[in-house]
T-cell receptor, first 116, second 110 residues
Framework: AQSVTQLGSHVSVSEGALVLLRCSYSSSVPPYLFWYVQYPNQGLQLLLKYTSAATLVKGINGFEAEFKKSETSFHLTKPSAHMSDAAEYFCAVSDRRTSNTGKLIFGQGTTLQVKP | DGGITQSPKYLFRKEGQNVTLSCEQNLNHDAMYWYRQDPGQGLRLIYYSQIVNDFQKGDIAEGYSVSREKKESFPLTVTSAQKNPTAFYLC?????????FGPGTRLTVT
């Protein structure tokens, strides 16, 4: 069965430092991949998505992610953290074979803390 | 302004009572979803619907029920059979595999 693993439930960085949030998936067929952000007591907002075009995907708020098939990874990065980036981040995957259902499998989430 | 609305934002109920959470979308999306979110457990799929008058169980459907009488609406009922109903509930709709989320309803049952 399809699964998503986010390494690290909590990540802490200093303001201005590199942000790296890790996501790995299990699938024999490259899936569609997504990163969402959630601020406290709010819904999820799409940051970026990979659907088989360019392997380096640029999203909103300066975030980007690189799809690496050989590593089955889709890590999220941002060169310089801002205090407003503090939130919970979710990686999600959609199996191409069942993508017509729109179902997503979510990772457990990573809470990003940004220290001044 | 297109989007998904969930109401109310906060909901309090006594144990043993059924409660219905509202989800409305004006995005003209066919598919809609309900998730439950608990701390440290990510999002778990309760029910989803790909078309009006049709819906399927997700991973944790026990103790929940849904209906899909209109394209715009996908209400979720948390029944008294749900053992641990206190949680944050998120509704979503999708098009071309991309899901859009509502603001969520935080349900507290005491």
């Amino acid at each position: 069965a399809q699964s998503v693993t986010q390494l690290g439930s909590h990540v802490s960085v200093s303001e201005g430092a590199l942000v790296l949030l890790r996501c790995s998936y299990s699938s024999s067929v490259p899936p569609y991949l997504f990163w969402y952000v959630q601020y406290p007591n709010q819904g999820l907002q799409l940051l970026l998505k990979y659907t088989s075009a360019a392997t380096l995907v640029k999203g909103i708020n300066g975030f980007e992610a690189e799809f690496k098939k050989s590593e089955t990874s889709f890590h999220l990065t941002k060169p310089s953290a801002h205090m407003s980036d503090a939130a919970e981040y979710f990686c999600a995957v959609s199996d191409r074979r069942t993508s017509n259902t729109g179902k997503l499998i979510f990772g457990q989430g990573t809470t990003l803390q940004v220290k001044p | 302004d297109g989007g998904i609305t969930q109401s109310p934002k906060y909901l309090f109920r006594k144990e043993g009572q059924n409660v219905t959470l509202s989800c409305e979308q004006n995005l003209n999306h066919d598919a809609m979803y309900w998730y439950r979110q608990d701390p440290g457990q990510g999002l778990r799929l309760i029910y989803y619907s790909q078309i009006v008058n049709d819906f399927q169980k997700g991973d944790i459907a026990e103790g929940y029920s849904v209906s899909r009488e209109k394209k715009e609406s996908f209400p979720l009922t948390v029944t008294s059979a749900q053992k641990n109903p206190t949680a944050f509930y998120l509704c979503a709709s999708s098009i071309r595999g991309e899901q859009y989320f509502g603001p969520g309803t935080r349900l507290t049952v005491t």
